[in-house]
């Protein structure tokens, strides 16, 4: 068996163990991803597959897949042996979790011939379950790569207001002082989707300037301007 590169995810790579839109799982190279529980013993151990862009599914991915799979159920890893195993991995991993409260959620990047796998782990008091989302590694680590300068936000000049991560959040005023906040994700250096609508960054300025709403981001590191937009 061909030793596996395993590493904690970092904080850019774990919003990538969630379904994207088809947009963005397209331009990422998302392959499908895999659901598994875990017993306490090695014997029970179930899976099931979901495709997303099946183009992507080859027969050299299938190969890589199941080495992964069998390699992270070995001892020599052992990640995905068994609910002891799992919990005894992150603990030896701690800089691997990133969730909080009474579920710990831990994630790992696998890396294999041109695929990428992106593990997330789920301890729970009940039942560990996990979720491995594949990707064409080429294709994930480019628009990630685009992705780090941030989401431009405009006004319906073109003039640029803020950004926000990829990720971040930003807070809508409308006209009788309701708020609402969405999540945003970067589609391309001129797209954005904002809680699963694709929008061209002058669009959305513009319907923004045409509900009379004004719109901001939620305070974020290292991330430029922190000025309210408001469509004039």
């Not at 790579?13 to 499908?32: A, C, D, H, S, V």
């Not at 904002?194 to 002058?202: A, R, T």
């Not at 004004?214 to 922190?226: A, D, F, I, L, T």
Request: charged share 30%.
């Amino acid at each position: 068996m061909n030793e596996l590169k395993i590493r904690p995810l970092t904080e850019e790579e774990r919003k990538y163990t969630f379904t994207q839109g088809m947009q963005l799982e397209g331009q990422t190279g998302t392959i499908g991803f895999m659901y598994g529980e875990l017993d306490s013993s090695r014997k029970d151990f179930y899976t099931a597959w979901t495709d997303r862009w099946e183009k992507y599914k080859t027969d050299a991915f299938k190969t890589e897949l199941d080495g992964v799979v069998g390699g992270l159920r070995s001892g020599e890893h052992g990640l995905l042996q068994s609910r002891t195993s799992m919990r005894d991995y992150v603990r030896e991993h701690p800089e691997s979790i990133f969730g909080a409260g009474d579920m710990t959620v831990a994630g790992f990047r696998v890396d294999k011939g041109e695929h990428a796998f992106l593990i997330r782990c789920n301890l729970r008091p009940e039942k560990d379950t996990f979720f491995c989302y594949c990707y064409v590694s080429e294709f994930l680590d480019r628009h990630m790569a685009n992705a780090r300068p941030g989401i431009r936000f405009v006004d319906p000049h073109y003039q640029e207001l803020f950004r926000v991560p990829d990720g971040g959040r930003i807070i809508i005023t409308e006209p009788d002082g309701e708020q609402r906040e969405k999540i945003c994700r970067f589609v391309d250096e001129y797209h954005t989707e904002v809680s699963g609508w694709i929008f061209h960054i002058c669009e959305f300025a513009e319907k923004m300037e045409q509900n009379g709403n004004s719109y901001e981001p939620v305070q974020e590191k290292g991330m430029g301007k922190e000025q309210p937009g408001k469509a004039r």
